[in-house]
């Protein structure tokens, strides 16, 4: 599994990925962390991220996805925040935003 940086200012990386939506119906590997949620690849340790454990479907999940997904994925997440939240800041000052754009980049190495 790829390592998530530590953040010195704005939301840490590791909430900003649990925080991300994953589909509800997830296959039992993909639940797993063995497909990617979104696209359905398989994934070994140096192609994955990990989303971080939750609740999908009621059932503790460990979902994990490809980097070109979570950098997907965390743009559609920053579009809608800039869009929906308006007392956002704006990129240069806002946490939440500021936490995506980590994320983008984490998907893009």
Known sequence: MASTPAVSSGVATVDVLAALPVPADLSDAQRD??????????LTPATAIDLGPRRVDGEMASPRACKADVS????????????????CTGTETCGTCR?????IRLGQR
């Not at 962390?33 to 398989?42: A, L, N, Q, R, T």
């Not at 997907?72 to 007392?87: C, F, S, T």
Request: glycine share 12%; proline share 0%.
């Open 99 to 103: 936490g995506l754009y980590r994320v």
């Open 33 to 42: 962390g063995h497909i990617c949620v979104w696209g359905g690849e398989s």
């Open 72 to 87: 997907r994925a965390a743009q559609e997440a920053l579009y809608a925040h800039v869009k929906d939240i308006e007392r």
